[in-house]
């Protein structure tokens, strides 16, 4: 069965901190890694990554894929208030059987 | 543009009853999915469709859960006979094609509360 783990499950930091989010998965027949923000109802895309050691970067955010130790990392550098929410990571699936599989997410909490 | 809707946004039930969720995907996406979000849960695949065929239905949790789309266009969710332990946030998403490189628009979800 496909798995995605989060963690951590929770975060609090100051406003100006820099955190890193991590993301492990094992999905077959991977294609790719996505990441979202949820901060009420619907989710937003953040990054997509398909590549291995290839950095996207928007902004203060930035993410990177090792499909070798499958994992990911999310890092938002400065963190604000407006960065509070859940963030949330999947594994793509290609194939007959395409699907995202989600993980639990990290609430991160930044506080003024 | 229009982004993905859905409704309602929120539907409070009694067990037994059945419900139907909506969902508009984004013009021009020919695909659309269904996931489910429990209280502190990620997000659980449901289904998808890519036009109006659901290629896998092997996520739907039971036989009281079907989903059709007609058109190409907009799906619809029933929960028929519903218990206590369907209440959670059904979201909808679309893409542009149901491939790995394109990614997923969510919709604002409905809250579904069986009592």
């Known amino acids: 069965e496909d798995k995605v783990v989060q963690s951590p499950l929770s975060l609090v930091v100051h406003e100006g901190d820099t955190v890193t989010l991590n993301c492990s998965y094992e999905?077959?027949?991977?294609?790719?890694l996505l990441w979202y923000k949820q901060e009420k109802k619907a989710p937003t895309f953040l990054f997509m990554l398909?590549?291995?050691?290839i950095e996207k970067k928007s902004g203060r955010l930035s993410s990177i894929l090792d499909k070798k130790e499958l994992f990911s990392i999310l890092n938002i550098t400065a963190t604000q208030t407006g960065d509070s929410a859940v963030y949330l990571c999947a594994g793509n699936s290609g194939g007959s059987n395409y699907k995202l599989t989600f993980g639990k997410g990290t609430l991160l909490t930044v506080n003024p | 543009g229009a982004g993905v809707s859905q409704s309602p946004s929120n539907k409070v039930t009694e067990k037994g009853k059945d419900v139907e969720l909506r969902c508009d995907p984004i013009s021009g996406h020919t695909a659309l999915y269904w996931y489910r979000q429990s209280l502190g849960q990620g997000l659980e695949f449901l289904i998808y469709f890519q036009g109006n065929s659901a290629p896998d239905k092997s996520g739907l949790p039971s036989d009281r859960f079907s989903a059709e789309r007609t058109g190409g266009s907009v799906s619809t969710l029933t929960i028929q006979r519903t218990q206590q332990e369907d209440s959670a946030v059904y979201l909808c998403a679309s893409s542009f094609l149901a491939s790995y490189n394109y990614e997923q628009y969510f919709g604002p979800g409905t809250r579904l509360t069986v009592t």
């Open positions: 398909t590549s291995s050691g």
């Open positions: 999905v077959t027949n991977f294609r790719s």
